[in-house]
Structures are given as C-alpha cells and as structure tokens.
C-alpha cells in the first residue's frame, strides 16, 4: 500500500518512515506544502499522513482544498498543535484522525491501519485469499495451503499485490515500481529474487512465470 507522507521534520519523517516501511507500506516523503498539495491530487495513496504546520502551504489548507476537490483518501493529520479548536478545524476540514506530536510510531501505525480498515468497509476486506494464498493485511500474516509463510515486508508487499488482480500478468518493472518505488534494472532485478524466494517459501510453482511478459498467480508458468 502506497501511503504519502507530508511532513517538513526532516527526523520525525526519517523516523517515521522506517517505521511505516517496516511494516511493509510503500512511502513516499513530500516536504512542502505546493509539493504535498501537487502530489494528492494526482498520486494514487491508500491514505495520507499530513503534518499542519507545512511551509509554503499550511496543512489546513491543503487539507481543504483536496476535500473541496473531492479527494476522499483516509487523511491522518499530525501536528504539534495542541488546542481542542484546532483540532475541531481538522476534523471540519475533512480529517479522518488526528494525532498530535510527539506521537509514538506504534500508535501512528495502528491508527493509520484503522482508517484504511474503515475505508476498506472492515476487518473482513483486510483478508485476502487467491492462488492458495490467504493474505491478512491487518495481522501482516500469510498462508499458502493452509501453512504460515515467513515473508519480509518487500515479499509480503508483491504479494499482496499480485494477490489483488490474480488474473493480471505484472510486468517486473511494474511490480518493482509498486513495491520499492523505482523502475530501473536493479529493481527489476530484486523483484526477480523475491519471487525465487517466495516460490523456495512455498512451491516452485505458486507465482507462474509467463515468459517476455512478468508474474501472476493464474495457473502454470510457461
């Protein structure tokens, strides 16, 4: 899952970053406010984490003209504002949560994985199953023929992401692109190592290979 981090800190976005990818989500870091508010409206995130206190655009702001736009992604605010009336103007201009600083990770994650269980309609849409595999995104457990798997979190995210459109044939660029943030050969390389060791995990031919077009969980490779 692709999440957008805005944040000026440049210690508490390292930090919490690291964090975030640990628990396997894809981040992506914007500084200032212009920025932050460009990359909303156009990026593709399962939730954003915005920070109030942006320079060249507030995080308020930002945060109303993406709801004024309707822009409907989960929005998390952090801010280091403490006031109830702030956080009343948070929630009016469209938050989904509020978390002041300093905040710790742990409670960052499992608010940020609250909010995309109530935009996914649930606990029940967490869970994920195709190919043999059962994939829980809430839990970070997987399964392949009813047998724990013991994935890294870069594993874990290509195979959710294949598990999400089984029948689609991922290009591994693309894949690479979706999972680690880049698209050159070393990506490309990596995402063919993941796989090698998904399959030694589970079956040789859990991910099917189509040849000259990428990887997908429908049927044998060729």
Known sequence: MRILLAEDDQTIADHTRSKLELEGFLVDHRASGPDVWAEGE?????AIILDLGLPGMDGLSILKRWRA?????PILVLTARGSWMERVDGFDAGADDYLPKPFRSEELVARLRALLRRAGGGRAKATASAGGFVLDETARRVTY???PVDLTPL??????????????????IEIARQVQGRDDDAGKNAVEAMIARIRRKTHPTAIATRRGFGYTLAGEGA
């Not at 736009?69 to 992604?73: C, K, M, P, S, V």
């Open 69 to 73: 736009a309707g822009l409907d992604t």
């Open 155 to 172: 594993e874990f995210r290509l195979l959710a992401l294949l598990i999400a459109e089984p029948q689609r044939v991922f290009d591994p």
């Open 42 to 46: 156009t990026g593709d995130y399962a």
């Open 145 to 147: 023929d009813d047998r």
